[in-house]
T-cell receptor, first 116, second 117 residues
């Protein structure tokens, strides 16, 4: 149980376009989902906390207008990278919090974004 | 703010060798501590956790003890296998047990472990 999927697994886009990444909890409901960015040889950096039915909470330094997050249901959160630039190329990972196990997050497999 | 420092890799061991990956943390409250593992091409998986001082988390032969006095949570395994090759992340969360309002995770930079046959 507690499976989280991400789609797409990898995407290549042109500079200036927008890219949407989906994060789904497949067998549980997730009131809270998290979006991370992972740089090569670096840790995961939390970008934002997404709560179902309310606005996302962004970490300091993360542009909310550039990284749009929508958590429309208890099983789906989306991250849209708007007007993508090469510096946005990265590995984006989501996680979902299972309400029955405090402090436990289940992670998706990640999405590799490459902006040309 | 909270932070996690773990030994930098890469770590290369022979099969059946003893493994230690050091992890220390700084936190304002009483965090829960975690080790996550990321196998090649896969997402992070929770390996083990400890929620209070002196707790020992264990799973798949791996162990880590929550040491409040040294603010450490070192990962150990007595005999590693080739299949243990992965990136290991130490993390903390100042969540429910610390009165936090959410369960944000703060990660270390990860340690790449390679086990050779």
């Amino acid at each position: 149980g507690a499976v989280v999927s991400q789609h797409p697994s990898r995407v290549i886009c042109k500079s200036g376009t927008s890219v949407k990444i989906e994060c789904r909890s497949l067998d549980f409901q997730a009131t809270t989902m998290f979006w991370y960015r992972q740089f090569p040889k670096k840790s995961l950096m939390l970008m934002a906390t997404s709560n179902e039915g309310s606005k996302a909470t962004y970490e300091q330094g993360v542009e909310k207008d550039k990284f749009l997050i929508n958590h429309a249901s208890l099983t789906l959160s989306t991250l849209t990278v708007t007007s993508a630039h090469p510096e946005d190329s990265s590995f984006y990972i989501c996680s979902a919090e299972a309400g029955t196990n405090y402090n436990e997050q289940f992670f998706g497999p990640g999405t590799r974004l490459t902006v040309l | 703010g909270d932070s996690v420092t773990q030994m930098e890799g890469p770590v290369t061991l022979s099969e059946e060798a003893f493994l230690t990956i050091n992890c220390t943390y700084t936190a304002t409250g009483y965090p829960s501590l975690f080790w996550y593992v990321q196998y090649p091409g896969e997402g992070l998986q929770l390996l083990l956790k400890a929620t209070k001082a002196d707790d020992k988390g264990s799973n798949k032969g791996f162990e880590a003890t929550y040491r409040k006095e040294t603010t450490s949570f070192h990962l150990e395994k007595g005999s590693v296998q080739v299949s243990d090759s992965a990136v290991y992340f130490c993390a903390l969360s100042e969540g429910l047990y610390s009165g936090g309002s959410n369960y944000k995770l703060t990660f270390g930079k990860g340690t790449l472990l390679t086990v050779n046959p």
